[in-house]
């Protein structure tokens, strides 16, 4: 029987020559019936593949930047149904890391024919991510640089927030990995990644696998212009661990106490302030469509 197939849409994102040509690409492949949701946000999301999913989806693509993936992952999570990302957001770094291109007949062709594997999520505070999630400097950097920045500026949106952020104050922070004290101190960010390249392009975690079971984990004590002149200089040389001013490891599980309550963020998206967070790694979470040649 032809499958039953759906598509998640954020209608204000564009890609190639848009959701007409995907409804058309979609019906020239053998589909049995196309479960079609458009939303104006993000956020709304969640409740169409809920949907979708009770009317027998059994492919579902999802058409939006990271922060629409990680809302359809965080429902599609452990039900077996394979997620095809056509990315059409500001950012597609999920897509980017899994070698997923900026190109819908491409990108379509790979949720109809593509390999499905089984890959890694994150879980913060009870809600999924699929490439990042921060609190405190990282966070406000990403809050700051707005959608329409980032169409117009691409990676130096990033940058010009990051400069905008430098200068905020060292917060304590007492952060546990699989329940021993790893970091007791003054910090400015607490990262976490689930894939190796982040916000801006920049290669964070430079070992960081998809379908490895673990998360990587960072935080830097950096401070002021200069010093975070470096950290980024390391990272941009593909070496971050490399850096007097940020602590990597990885870890099954993570939880962190801050001294005061931090903005944090999950694959682009600002959630509200808080002094604590909980993490883990979702092994195996999500079945995603590869490319069938690719190589990781």
Known sequence: MSPIVAVV????????AGLDRLRVL???????ELLWYEVPKSRKAPKKVRQALDQGAELVFVWGGDGMVQRCADVLAESGVPMAVLPAGTANLFAANLGIPADLEEAVRIGFHGRREKLDLGVLNGERFAVMAGAGFEAEMIADADGRAKKRLG???????????????????KIKIDGTTWFDGQASCLLLGNVSTIAGGIEAFDDARPDDGWLEV??????????????IGRMAAGRSDDSPFVRITRAKKVSARFGVPLTYELDGGK???TTRVKAKAAAGAL?????PDERR
């Not at 960072?218 to 950290?231: C, E, L």
């Open 287 to 291: 079945t995603v469509c590869l490319p």
């Open 155 to 173: 990676k130096l949106s990033y940058v010009k927030a990051a400069v905008r952020h430098v200068g905020g104050p060292l917060v304590p922070m």
């Open 26 to 32: 979609i019906t020239e492949e053998d589909v049995g």
């Open 218 to 231: 960072g935080v830097s004590t950096a401070s002021g212009p200069v010093q975070w002149a470096r950290v």
């Open 9 to 16: 849409a954020h209608r204000k994102k564009i890609l190639g």
């Open 271 to 273: 959630r509200e302030p």
